[in-house]
């Protein structure tokens, strides 16, 4: 969804045009804006949505949003790399199933929900797992950026969902290549379930490196060469098949 202006600016130039010719051109602008404005009568924009897995109880699960089916046998923690486009709708259900369920959608719903999603804006349905009770799971939406970061600059947004390692918080770091994590400057510190950001910072290639609060010995790192522009989520979790690293980290574009 990258936009790029290109702004053209040259001398005034005076022309001096016959009255009939002017009129007729008057004449043809109105009909054209009143044809333009007819043609978008009753248009809604739809809105666009992706899924956020981040429920460690929900095992492999099928997500519905208006019984259509947006993402399919996902586990956590996951980020859906594209978008899904769906009617704007001020209380469209989401229905989440188990991935193996046969049937009407409704009766093997692990849990439903009806949320809102904004007409030309772009969401994230985000499932988490319900700590007070561990068989319920808890599904919101997140607005998602649309535009592309400044010249020259990135931005990133973090969501800490690692409870057994980042409990008291994470740390994150951006560690230009070719330095050292002992010399880089602390970018934030993500409380446990909090979604953090956007947060801009200059492009170039580092590390981006993820640690359990006031610790760097334990630490989960990404190598990113950025460019400019890219608006990205980070959604850090806890590992479930091994301990080297503590941390997984699913990154992904919000802006395309």
């Avoid at 994590?181 to 290639?205: F, H, K, M």
């Avoid at 990113?224 to 990154?251: C, F, H, K, M, Y």
Wanted: hydrophobic fraction near 45%.
């Amino acid at each position: 969804m990258k936009t790029t202006w290109n702004r053209w600016i040259g001398k005034v130039r005076r022309f001096i045009t016959h009255p009939l010719a002017m009129a007729a051109a008057v004449s043809l602008v109105v009909s054209l804006g009143l044809s333009a404005c007819q043609s978008v009568q009753g248009y809604t924009q739809p809105s666009l949505l992706r899924i956020i897995d981040a429920s460690y109880i929900a095992g492999a699960i099928n997500v519905y949003v208006e019984s259509e089916l947006v993402a399919s046998n996902i586990a956590a923690p996951y980020i859906a790399a594209n978008y899904a486009t769906l009617p704007a709708s001020s209380s469209a259900q989401v229905v989440v199933t188990a991935a193996a369920a046969t049937g009407p959608i409704l009766s093997n719903a692990l849990v439903t929900s009806n949320v809102t999603l904004l007409a030309g804006q772009q969401h994230s349905v985000f499932l988490t797992d319900n700590g007070s009770s561990p068989a319920s799971y808890n599904v919101t939406v997140i607005a998602d950026q649309q535009i592309t970061a400044p010249a020259a600059h990135s931005e990133f947004r973090f969501i800490n969902e690692a409870p057994r390692t980042g409990a008291n918080g994470v740390d994150v770091y951006m560690v230009p290549t070719g330095d050292k994590l002992s010399d880089a400057n602390l970018l934030l510190t993500v409380p446990l379930g909090a979604v953090v950001g956007y947060t801009i910072i200059p492009a170039e290639a580092l590390t981006m490196i993820i640690a359990p609060s006031g610790q760097t010995t334990l630490y989960s790192s990404t190598p990113l060469t950025l460019v400019g522009g890219e608006v990205r989520t980070v959604l850090i979790a806890d590992s479930q098949l091994t301990n080297q690293p503590p941390l997984v980290l699913v990154v992904a574009d919000d802006v395309n």
